[in-house]
């Protein structure tokens, strides 16, 4: 990470008008240079405090500093920031050509000069041509295309991209990702992209940020997000988890499944009940009758995925998601085990299963 | 395809009934005269006297028929300073309407799609709702609000008695006791004004309510303060509410006769009061049907400039930045 901070979000809250709580109170730094995703489920508050830096929402408290300058109440054409918005709200009464030079020609630059700069942005987001053509002749991905040039025309130092890709199907939505990182490596802008897509959030960004119900719970780089999430939240939103209520026996040591496995993970205090997470990749399915320290358990169900098989392995009450290029038939009895680096010890916390089966919203799988 | 035939049978047959043989008996009248038929006088074997008509017909009785020949006369009389006058005076009254509709109209539409407008459709009702009420008792009440005795003038009356320096005012500007708003061509246009006003904001509210407020968000993210957001986004777009609200308004106002009869006292004739006359009074329907011709022919002239303002306002929105 860069130590420039180019944008600092300083305990932002905002507060709807029926009281609603959007963000309660939410801080990052986002350095020069930077792809910062904010990932969370709709109405976590990403696209509020997205909002709240383009100058579409005022917060009700806090602080955000733009190269060290309080920027709340700066009105959006006062900004430096451009944003992609989800639906791209191009103008459809101009051509692509206009939509694009629509912020130099606002500035009144020389008009040779900005249809350079139009043809040239048009280029780097490969619409090179698409000058003359409508809005309203162009594919989702095109319209796309010309949103983002139309907001990079201006240098903007920050772009922000609220769901740019969420209405493209699959196949386009990958290339775009590829496209959108090119372009970021580039020209050099910070991006906040914000998304629910957690494969999209973990393969583009420098950092992830992710969101619930108004809250920054984790972050951190794509890879600490998968590999050490820091709640039962976060580990189940960023991808397929087995999550279990534990307890910490001491440092090192973790009880679940009725059984003590040695961790890697340390100071969670003696004796106190934890999550723990293990990925459906880090289970190991051995004979039953191995001697590794590991749970038995009997083959509940088997689907081929392509590159690997997805089982389900039921113990007692739990079935545990395990990925593998070893095929097991069904019923049959086999021994789990996981390496200790591959536990990820976390803090209880609302989204633990065992709280939310209490609270009757039924546990993760 | 046979089901879609058949549904649109009945609109078809009104449209034929009530549309286009009127159409077609207009024009017919309109380029045609009556003059009395020709007839010699003959002797008939007995003595008596009789009538032979020019289609070889004998009758006693002198006579009374009349029959149509085809004639331009009518649109030669039409030239005619007299009638040249009131349709300018026509098109001025309707043009000037529709401007001061659309100076009032925009504005009240605009502040009504505000964002932080509350109770929007509440309003606009309150804005419809005069027209509810029978047009001719809107157009009295504006009467007794403007006549010699009215309202207005009580009130101006009293104020002056209240207020020694504004009758001092006011007295010293020639300004009478009574001050004389209505029977001119200003009250006939305050008359329209107040009648089709509506019309002038419907069509532009709903156009501009329309507009995806993400656009105005974009505009402002690419650097556009309020004022030429609404320059470069709300006016283009609004631009055909504009052009429907101008029809609205423009259409009837220059064929309207009732507004100009009574807050006009007959001073102001417009041509629809003259072609209102020609099918009344004077029973000249011929004569009144080619003035309906000439009415059609600048009312479609007027909706095909608008139409080209609109074509031409695309082209040059396409052409402006490069």
Known sequence: MDNNIILSIRNVKVVFEDGFTALGGVSIDIGQNEFVTLLGPSGCGKTTLLRCIGGFEKPTSGEILYKGENIIPLPPYKRNINTVFQRYALFPHMNVAQNVA????????????????????????????????????????????????????????????????????????REMQLELKRIQRESGITFIFVTHDQEEALTMSDRVAVMRAGEILQLGTPVDIYNEPESAFVADFIGASNILPSTMVRDHLVHFLGTDFPCADSGFGENNPVDVVLRPEDVKLKPESDPANGVVGVVESLLFKGVHYEMKVRTGADALLVHSTHARQVGTRVKMTVAPEDIQVMRKSDYSPDVRARKGEGGAQ | MKHKNLMSLPFTLWAVIFIVLPLCLIVWYGVTLEIPVEYTQITLEDGSTAYKLEDGTIQTQEPWQKKAVISFSNFKRMVEPTYLKLLIRSLRVALLTTLICLLLGYPVALILTGKDFKHPSLWMMLIILP?????????????????????????????????????????????????????????????????????????????IEKIDHSLLEAAADLGASPSKSFLRVTLPYSLPGVLEGVTMVFVPAVTTFVISQLMGGGKVPLIGDVIQNQFGKSSDWHFGASLSLLVMVVVLAFMRGLHSIDKEEEVQKEVRIF
């Open chain 2, 131 to 207: 027209m509810w009420m029978n047009f001719l008792l809107r157009t009295y009440s504006w009467m007794s609000i403007l006549e010699n005795s009215g309202i207005l003038n009580s009130w101006i009356a009293s104020l002056r008695e209240a207020i020694p320096a504004f009758d001092q005012f006011l007295s010293d500007r020639g300004v009478g006791n009574k001050i004389i708003f209505l029977y001119n061509e200003n009250a006939v246009i305050l008359g329209m004004v107040y009648n089709y006003l509506s019309f002038m904001i419907m069509p532009i509210y709903t156009v």
């Open chain 1, 102 to 173: 629509f912020g130099p020609s606002l500035r009144r630059e020389d008009k040779k000069q900005i249809s350079a700069r139009v043809s040239e942005m048009l280029e780097l987001v490969g619409l090179a041509g698409f000058e003359k053509r409508r809005i309203s002749s162009l594919s989702g991905g095109q319209q796309q295309r010309v949103a983002i040039a139309r907001a990079l025309i201006n240098s903007p130092d920050v772009l922000l991209l609220d769901e740019p890709l969420g209405a493209l199907d699959l196949k386009l939505r």
